[in-house]
C-alpha cells in the first residue's frame, strides 16, 4: 500500500505534493475528510464582481470555468460522495468588487486568499526539513 501511495506521488508535479501538513482539520479538506482537487494553474486568481451582482465561486477544483462555478461539482459529489456546494459571493457595495480567490486550497479564509500557499511544503516533508531545505538552497546563492 505504501508503495502504491509513493507511486501516485511520483506522478505529481512538485506543486501537486505541496501540502500543508494540517491533515483533515485543513480546509483543503471537505468536511467528508475527502481532498478536495487543486484546479489547474497557480497563484491566486483575481474576481471582479460587478455592483449588485452575485458571483459563484468554485469550490470542488474541476471547473473548467475556474475561479467560477460551471455545475461540475453536482458530478463530482455523485462520483465521491461528497456534498460541495459553490461559494455565492455577492457584491452589495455599490462599486465593482475585486477579490482574489484561493487557488491552493489552503486558506482558512476560503473561497479568499489568505496567503497560506506561501507556507507550504512538499508532501512528505516536514514543515522544519522543508525550511532548513530552503535555508541550504540560500546559503548556496551567497558562497
Same mark, same amino acid.
Given at each position: &500500500?505504501?508503495?502504491?501511495?509513493?507511486?501516485?506521488?511520483?506522478?505529481?508535479?512538485?506543486?501537486?505534493? &505541496?501540502?500543508?501538513?494540517?491533515?483533515?482539520?485543513?480546509?483543503? +479538506?471537505?468536511?467528508?475528510? *475527502?481532498?478536495?482537487?487543486?484546479?489547474?494553474?497557480?497563484?491566486?486568481?483575481?474576481?471582479?464582481?460587478?455592483?449588485?451582482?452575485?458571483?459563484?465561486?468554485?469550490?470542488?477544483?474541476?471547473?473548467? @470555468?475556474?475561479?467560477?462555478?460551471?455545475?461540475? *461539482?453536482?458530478?463530482? @459529489?455523485?462520483? *465521491?460522495?461528497?456534498?460541495?456546494?459553490?461559494?455565492?459571493?455577492? @457584491?452589495?457595495?455599490?462599486?465593482?468588487?475585486?477579490?482574489?480567490?484561493? *487557488?491552493?486550497?489552503?486558506?482558512?479564509?476560503?473561497?479568499?486568499?489568505?496567503?497560506? +500557499?506561501?507556507?507550504?511544503?512538499? #508532501?512528505?516533508?516536514?514543515? #522544519?526539513?522543508?525550511?532548513?531545505?530552503?535555508?541550504?538552497?540560500?546559503?548556496?546563492?551567497?558562497?
Amino acid at each position: &500500500m505504501a508503495a502504491e501511495a509513493e507511486s501516485k506521488m511520483a506522478d505529481l508535479s512538485v506543486e501537486d505534493k &505541496m501540502v500543508c501538513g494540517e491533515g483533515d482539520d485543513c480546509p483543503c +479538506h471537505t468536511a467528508e475528510k *475527502h481532498r478536495v482537487p487543486k484546479p489547474p494553474g497557480k497563484g491566486p486568481k483575481k474576481v471582479t464582481i460587478e455592483a449588485g451582482k452575485t458571483a459563484y465561486i468554485c469550490m470542488c477544483g474541476t471547473s473548467k @470555468n475556474y475561479p467560477f462555478c460551471d455545475g461540475s *461539482h453536482k458530478a463530482y @459529489n455523485e462520483a *465521491h460522495g461528497t456534498s460541495i456546494t459553490p461559494a455565492a459571493v455577492k @457584491n452589495e457595495t455599490g462599486e465593482e468588487l475585486v477579490k482574489y480567490v484561493c *487557488h491552493c486550497g489552503h486558506s482558512k479564509k476560503r473561497p479568499f486568499c489568505d496567503g497560506t +500557499h506561501a507556507k507550504l511544503h512538499p #508532501a512528505g516533508m516536514t514543515k #522544519a526539513a522543508a525550511d532548513a531545505a530552503a535555508a541550504a538552497e540560500e546559503s548556496k546563492g551567497d558562497a
